[in-house]
């Protein structure tokens, strides 16, 4: 199983961007799929989820409102687009896929992908 997360850079505050995750060698949509993400000396925290079919949708109340998980599973994709982003989203972004619901918790999930940094200038 590869997940490969795509889409990070370099922005300014209040910039967009949108990241993917691409998934290989499983049924992609047999799984919930999440977004963590790790600052430089943090814990990993959740960020957002969805579940297999798309029908619901989980985020950290830190990006309600301002994130928007989504998924293509005829791609093998979920997506995360990411608006008015501020210096505290800066990160590397993990997607992760668990079979079944997708929670909240990192723990819930079994397959991680490299991540792809994220940072966000003042």
């Known amino acids: 199983v590869q997940l490969q997360a795509s889409g990070g850079g370099l922005v300014q505050a209040g910039d967009s961007l949108r990241l993917s995750c691409v998934a290989s060698g499983l049924s992609f949509d047999d799984y919930g799929m999440g977004w963590f993400r790790q600052a430089p000396g943090k814990e990993r925290e959740f960020v957002a989820a969805i579940t297999w079919s798309g029908g619901s949708t989980y985020y950290a109340d830190s990006v309600k409102g301002r994130f928007t998980i989504s998924r293509d599973n005829a791609k093998n994709t979920v997506f995360l687009q990411m608006n008015s982003l501020k210096t505290e989203d800066t990160a590397v972004y993990h997607c992760?896929?668990?079979?079944?619901?997708?929670?909240?918790?990192?723990?819930?999930?079994?397959?991680w992908g490299p991540g792809t940094l994220v940072t966000v200038s003042s």
């Open positions: 992760a896929a668990e079979k079944g619901w997708a929670t909240t918790r990192s723990e819930d999930y079994t397959y």
